[in-house]
């Protein structure tokens, strides 16, 4: 991804450390979508009704819900936009859209957590693993940020598509005194060319950036690199898919977009297995810290061994499929980049990404 928005994206958002066993009926999220929208959100249970505002193309409404067997929102969403969504009160909403972006068409994946006071204290000091999500050059990048007591900014990623003609790794910066607090309390702002960067959330170890490029979404760094069984668990979970994905003039991506809900099931030994809404299974393997696989930590990749970060590779005589995966507290985290081999300028690749909740 590109090496600036990569550092906004970083400064991703913090979840709440989690639900409360008598949440208030009336909850507020801002949210970022990867499509690259800020939006804030009310939710009232009492009516069963979810108002929401996208600040970056204007978009508003107020959307009467149901609440399926399992947990699940349906949206009666007059405009046909947002159709789905899935909630920890207090913790965390994720939404289906579908007509996101600055031309109300787009489908995307919404990640809002629980608004809440911050400031640049919040996350100063402290180290993150992040991933961006986002709906074009490849679809998602994954790595670390670190910010100093003062609040400076340092990152290293690995970005797949980048691979072809660029590079798959890159490292960068901003200085802390690039960030605007909002009146609101509420949010931080980062100029970007000729936008913003939303940068919000909570105290609790989870950051999100909005930004024109997409979302960041950023957990707290694990202190080891291997795998807890505290995070295993059946995680209910939201995702986005582009498949037979090409890159042309003007950087425009074609491809077939999805929306959808999947399930991930998590062992206590790190096996992972990830089932679409029927059941089936995407794809299943064995997680392996990032630490320990030569092709992404060392010399000339990232610069960071990313603790709490975890992979798996696929490999066909036809395609290469690299997965990430990363926990905190009730939340998950995961990217999938898959591409045509041999990887080359014009070749097809997809991707998928998502959040799940437990």
Known sequence: MKNRLCLISLILTFIGCGASSSPNPSRSYNGTASVGDFLTIELDASSQTLSYH???????GTVPYQVNRDGTYSLSDPSGNLVAAYEVPQ???????RKAGHNHDQPALITAVQTGQISLATWAGHDFNYMQFRTSSGGMEVGSVSISS?????ITGYWPFGSVGQSAFNVNGFPGSSFQPDPSGTFLKLADQNAYDYVFGTANGVFAVDTPNGA????????????SPAFAGTYKAIYYQKTGANTGAGNVETGTPQLGNATLLISSSGQATVQDANGSVVVTATLQPVADVPYL?????LQDPCYGVFTFRISTPNAQQDVFVTFMDRAVLFSSFTATVPWGTGNTYSYFYGVGLK
């Open 91 to 97: 913790y965390a909403l994720l939404v289906q859209a």
């Open 216 to 227: 960041i979404l950023g957990f707290r760094k694990a202190v080891a690199k291997d795998f």
């Open 54 to 60: 996208d600040l970056s193309n204007g978009d508003q």
């Open 150 to 154: 003062q609040g400076d900014v340092s």
């Open 297 to 301: 930590y060392g010399p000339d990749e």
